[in-house]
């Protein structure tokens, strides 16, 4: 994807043309490399892969930090993963083959809390409708969302009180990350 993204075909033209190397390693840092990052770790959940490590939490131009200790965009992609699998019962989620939407669903041990994450690595925004179908409570439900993207770092935006069967829309802005948390409200 990065070299599709940066240009050239090959390693060895992306490390000697020195614009493409800068925007490269700019786009690491930024949504586009945290919704690269989220739509990676939401594959690999389907993948034939026993273990993965990111390459370096901390220095040179990988990172998830500055070389100051500030968090850079892909630290709250791996910060909205880490927050949906407080959700371990995995849940299904039908999207379109064709989708560039890439989603992740699990619920609580106590079956109150569902988490939805998405990333759109695309260059262009997609509206999605999410149908609250079969929760395990009846009621109404609260939900959360928070987004990861140019503007913001995984900030929470509380959103109206639904209900099962409801329709929630989404717009994903181009390369962003959302998560979604959806509680049930009462006892």
Not at 117 to 127: F, I
Request: glycine content about 6%; charged content about 20%.
């Amino acid at each position: 994807m990065w070299a599709a993204f940066c240009g050239p075909s090959n390693w060895d033209a992306l490390f000697h043309d020195a614009p493409a190397t800068q925007k490269y390693f700019d786009s690491t840092q930024n949504s586009v490399g945290a919704a690269f990052d989220a739509a990676v770790l939401i594959g690999m959940e389907d993948a034939p892969v026993d273990i993965a490590t990111f390459y370096t939490g901390t220095t040179a131009m990988w990172g998830l930090f500055t070389s100051a200790g500030v968090p850079q965009k892909p630290y709250y992609a791996f910060l909205a993963f880490t927050e949906l699998l407080k959700g371990p019962k995995r849940l299904a989620v039908d999207t379109a083959a064709d989708s560039p939407i890439r989603t992740l669903a699990g619920i609580s041990a106590d079956g109150r809390t569902i988490r939805i994450l998405l990333s759109n690595p695309s260059d262009q925004a997609h509206v999605l409708r999410l149908t609250l179908a079969s929760l395990p409570w009846s009621g109404a439900a609260e939900y959360q969302e928070q987004v990861v993207d140019e503007r913001s770092n995984l900030q929470a935006r509380s959103a109206p009180v639904t209900r099962a069967g409801s329709t929630l829309s989404e717009v994903m802005t181009r390369r962003s990350v959302v998560l979604l948390t959806i509680r049930a409200v009462g006892k």
